[in-house]
């Protein structure tokens, strides 16, 4: 199934939700929940994305990659999402932690074509060299890259923690000593 000119309005009874480049460019893992849903039939669903599914955007200012790990519904895109299956000797946790590298991105930015709306063809992402290292290299870069990430998370929910906890104790002063207006 794709939409390539717009996102489909919700259909709130959809059986599947659809992704547009926003949604991989903003916020990941997205919010599958908020998601437009549409309705598809058996042929269509079988050409939904798959856990390891690689998302590349093909227009915008960002290119990051995005790995796919399953949603709670069969998950489609909208517009021009690049997406792309590793090769059984390529780690697609690997695969998408080496396309965001900064000198592949910047590569991938050397690729864009177009004056006004900077888009990436098909012909232009093939051309992009990967280095292969034997999986078990592989899948540690990968681990060390999910730890990264985890670690990035948690200090994020550590720093709201701690904001929601200062706001929570100027109240209670405010509060305790009366000074309000």
Known sequence: ?????????DGADGNACVL??????????????SLPTVDADDGQLADRLLEGDILL?????????????????PVFTAG?????????????NYLCWYLNRPDVQAGITQLLAGS???????SSLLRIEVAVPPLKDQQA????????????????ELEQLDHAEIEHACEALLEQRGSHG
């Open 116 to 122: 006004a709306i900077q888009a990436l063809n098909k």
């Open 141 to 156: 870069i990968a681990d060390l890259q999910s730890l990264a990430d985890q670690r990035s998370r948690l200090r994020l």
């Open 20 to 33: 547009a480049i926003r949604d991989i460019v903003s916020r990941w893992p997205a919010d599958y929940a």
């Open 57 to 73: 955007p093909g227009r915008g200012s960002s290119y990051p990659a995005r790995l796919f790990r399953g949603a709670p519904l």
């Open 1 to 9: 199934m794709t939409f390539r000119d717009r996102v489909p309005s």
């Open 80 to 92: 021009q999402i690049f997406v792309i299956r590793a090769r059984k000797d390529v780690r697609a």
